[in-house]
C-alpha cells in the first residue's frame, strides 16, 4: 500500500474515535451534573445539562461528516449516545425532581417511576426515532421539562400532574420534529431553536433570579415546536 494511503486510513481512524470521543464527554457532563445536583447547585447541574445537549445536537453530524460508521463498523455510536442521552435527559431531571423537591413528598416515587420507565419504554422502541427522522411518542425531554418546572415555581401538585402527563405522551404515537435532521420547515426550525437555545443560557447564567420576559419569550419555541408537529401529524393522517 501507498505510504499516502496508510497515513489517510490512520487519519480516518483517529478521527473516527475522536468523533465517539466527543459524544461519550456527555458522560463527563452527565457526572459533573450529578454532583451539582446532591450539592443542591442547580444552577451548575442544568448548566452541565445545557453543554451535552450541545454536544448532543452536533455529534451526529459530525459522525456521518466524518463517515464514522463506515470506519469503525465494529463500535456502536448510536448506543452510546442513547446511554449518555438517557442519564442526562432522563435519569438526571429525575433526580432533581427528587432533590429540588419539586412535587409533593408523598408522590416523590410514583412520578419519577414514571419518568423513568415511560422513558426506558420510549428509548428502547425500534421507531422510537422513524426513518422520516421523527420521534415517536414524547421524545423524554425532562431536562427542558424539569427546567421550566423550577424556573415557574408551580404548585407542587401541578408539576407532579404535568410529568405524569407528559410520561403518558411517550405511549402515545404522536410524531414530533426532531430539529437536527428533519425536513419539513428545517431552516426556520433550526433558526428559532437556535434562539431560543440563546434564551435558555441567558436564564441559565440569570439563576436563581430569572428574567419574567426572558422566561416568558422562551416558550415561543417550545409552543412552535409542539403545534408544527401536531399539524404535520394531522395533515400526514388526512394526506
Known amino acids: 500500500m501507498h505510504p499516502g494511503g496508510q497515513e489517510s486510513n490512520l487519519l480516518s481512524f483517529v478521527t473516527a474515535w475522536l468523533a465517539h470521543l466527543y459524544t461519550a464527554t456527555g458522560a463527563i457532563a452527565a457526572f459533573l451534573a450529578t454532583v451539582a ?26 459522525a456521518r461528516a466524518l463517515r464514522v460508521h463506515e470506519r469503525l463498523p465494529w463500535f456502536n455510536g448510536a448506543k452510546l449516545d442513547d446511554i449518555i442521552d438517557y442519564l442526562c435527559y ?7 425532581v427528587w432533590r429540588a423537591q419539586l412535587v409533593p413528598i408523598g408522590w416523590v416515587m410514583p412520578v419519577i417511576g414514571a419518568v423513568l420507565l415511560s ?9 422510537a426515532k422513524t426513518e422520516d427522522h421523527y420521534f415517536l411518542g ?33 405511549f ?42 426572558l422566561f416568558l419569550a422562551s416558550f415561543v419555541f417550545p409552543i412552535y415546536y409542539v403545534a408544527l408537529s401536531l399539524w404535520l401529524e394531522v395533515r400526514n393522517k388526512i394526506s
Open 90 to 96: 432522563v435519569f438526571i431531571p429525575a433526580l432533581i
Open 37 to 62: 445536583v446532591f450539592e443542591q447547585d442547580y444552577r451548575r447541574a442544568f448548566l452541565w445539562l445545557y453543554v451535552q445537549v450541545l454536544v448532543d445536537a452536533t455529534d451526529g453530524a459530525l
Open 138 to 170: 414524547f421524545p423524554s425531554y425532562w431536562n427542558i421539562v424539569v427546567l421550566y418546572l423550577f424556573l415557574a415555581q408551580l404548585p407542587k401538585p401541578v408539576n407532579a400532574v404535568v410529568v405524569v402527563a407528559l410520561a403518558v405522551l411517550v
Open 172 to 213: 402515545v404515537p404522536i410524531r414530533y420534529l426532531y430539529p437536527s435532521r428533519g425536513t419539513e420547515f428545517k431552516t426556520l426550525t433550526l433558526a428559532l431553536c437556535a434562539i431560543w437555545g440563546a434564551l435558555l443560557f441567558l436564564m441559565l447564567w440569570q439563576l436563581p433570579a430569572v428574567s419574567r420576559s
Open 119 to 127: 422513558s426506558a419504554y420510549g428509548f428502547n422502541r425500534v421507531d
